[in-house]
Antibody
Framework: EVQLLESGGGLVQPGGSLRLSCAAS????????MTWVRQAPGKGLEWVST????????YYAASVRGRFTVSRDNSQNTLFLQMNSLRAEDTAVYYCAKDPLTSGGHYLDSWGRGVLVTVSS | EIVMTQSPATLSVSPGERVTLSCRASQSISSDLAWYQQKTGQAPRLLIY???TRATGIPARFSGSGSGTEFTLTISSLQSEDFAVYYCHQYDDWPLTFGGGTKVEIK
């Protein structure tokens, strides 16, 4: 059974940094692209970033490009999202999700439970 | 950026009724469309991918149709556990984008 468990969320001041992690199990992690999707309170879903299975290719939403960095450690079955220069509008629940293929840009067939990031002074 | 527009925003339905949700893409996305269900306080769950293929474990009362720019999710007979928000998602091109969602509520 696929399991995705996010961690690292919390309260951070504007301009601060946070690193999210997503521990994966139940599948061959290195095989599949992974994606971060966020959801602001009471709002819809917003794609944030995708990294290919081998980590060679990464994609970012315009709203986070240059501030967020996605990475993965395939030896530890873990996905990361380094978030710098955080803004109030980055406040959201962040979900990690699994792509069905090794190359990214597909539907998301499994999701974690999400972790809340709050950016506020 | 491909804009996904869902309608209606809210649908009030009685259990047992047939439900049709719409999703429109601002340009053709072939069949690169997925539908997700999200219940309050939970993560989204994949229902349909490639416009009409049901994901593993999804009941047959859920069906998807369409291609190009117009897509539909149909629930043939709404069950109590189906009251939720439904999102469409295009993966034809970067950036990946989602529709704003349709909330299916009890009438």
């Amino acid at each position: 059974e696929v399991q995705l468990l996010e961690s690292g969320g919390g309260l951070v001041q504007p301009g601060g940094s946070l690193r999210l992690s997503c521990a994966a199990s139940g599948f061959t992690f290195s095989y599949y692209s992974m994606t971060w999707v966020r959801q602001a309170p009471g709002k819809g879903l917003e794609w944030v970033s995708t990294v290919y299975g081998n980590g060679a290719f990464t994609y970012y939403a315009a709203s986070v490009r240059g501030r967020f960095t996605v990475s993965r450690d395939n030896s530890q079955n873990t996905l990361f999202l380094q978030m710098n220069s955080l803004r109030a509008e980055d406040t959201a629940v962040y979900y990690c999700a699994k792509d069905p293929l090794t190359s990214g840009g597909h539907y998301l067939d499994s999701w974690g439970r999400g972790v809340l990031v709050t950016v506020s002074s | 950026e491909i804009v996904m527009t869902q309608s209606p925003a809210t649908l009030s339905v009685s259990p047992g009724e047939r439900v049709t949700l719409s999703c429109r893409a601002s340009q053709s996305i072939s069949s690169d469309l997925a539908w997700y269900q999200q219940k309050t306080g939970q993560a989204p769950r994949l229902l349909i991918y490639d416009a009409y293929t049901r994901a593993t474990g999804i009941p047959a009362r859920f069906s998807g149709s369409g291609s190009g720019t117009e897509f539909t999710l149909t629930i043939s007979s709404l069950q109590s556990e189906d009251f939720a928000v439904y999102y469409c998602h295009q993966y034809d091109d970067w950036p990946l984008t989602f529709g704003g969602g349709t909330k299916v509520e009890i009438k």
